[in-house]
């Protein structure tokens, strides 16, 4: 089975807090991209990263960071000092192999940063 | 920055009646492609396109949908006869070529079928 699984529904912290997303993906395949988007209260899809499977190096961009660990099939999402503007819809995606480039995405995770 | 653009934001609709959605790309990409979200639930793959056919489509994507790219620009979505369960949130999104890292996605069409 291919398949993404965001299992926090909805996470809610104060500004300033670090706060971490979790992914947990499912593909047969050797070769694969994992994605996370964010969408904000407009509605748009707003690219925040892409990963190959083959690259477990953890990524850091400002205050985001993405931690891959393919032993456990996971692509968490870390969000440090988090903002009133962080808050959205976080989504994150599978393209599972080099056959395809549609993207699965999982249900999101709605966070919720209050002031 | 370049951007993916739809219209319309919003289309109000009665089950039965014909939707078209247009997309207008990025200009200098290659592969166009339409998803929807259900209000509350996830985003879901519905079509492929590149070089002027369909490269992949979904169940979802059934007799009732069908995509063109009738001129340079544009890239259309119709529902030949919607029906309540079409009522969505549908974005279109493209890419220059399958090695480069990023879908943008447009800020997507809401279709209410009543």
């Known amino acids: 089975a291919q398949k993404v699984t965001q299992a926090q529904t909805e996470i809610s912290v104060v500004e300033k807090e670090d706060v971490t997303l979790d992914c947990v993906y499912e593909?047969?395949?050797?070769?694969?991209?994992l994605f996370w988007y964010k969408q904000p209260p407009s509605g748009e899809l707003v690219f925040l990263i892409r990963?190959?499977?083959?690259?477990?190096q953890n990524e850091i961009s400002g205050r985001y960071s993405w931690n891959f660990q393919k032993s456990t099939s996971s692509f968490n999402f870390t969000i440090t000092a988090s903002q009133v503007v962080d808050s959205a819809v976080y989504f994150c995606?599978?393209?599972?192999?080099?056959?395809?480039?549609?993207?699965?995405f999982g249900t999101g995770t709605r966070l919720q940063v209050f002031p | 920055e370049p951007e993916v653009t739809q219209t319309p934001s919003h289309q109000v609709t009665q089950m039965g009646q014909e939707v078209i959605l247009r997309c207008v790309p990025i200009?200098?990409?290659?592969?166009f492609y339409w998803y929807r979200q259900i209000l509350g639930q996830k985003v879901e793959f519905l079509v492929s396109f590149y070089n002027n056919e369909i490269s992949e489509k979904s169940e979802i994507f059934d007799d009732q949908f069908s995509v063109e790219r009738p001129d340079g620009s544009n890239f259309t979505l119709k529902i030949r006869s919607t029906k309540l369960e079409d009522s969505a949130m549908y974005f279109c999104a493209s890419r220059v070529d399958l090695n480069t890292g990023e879908l943008f996605f447009g800020e997507g069409s809401r279709l209410t079928v009543l």
């Open positions: 593909t047969r395949d050797t070769t694969y991209y």
């Open positions: 995606a599978l393209s599972p192999s080099y056959n395809t480039d549609k993207l699965i």
């Open positions: 990963r190959n499977s083959f690259d477990e």
């Open positions: 200009s200098n990409h290659l592969y």
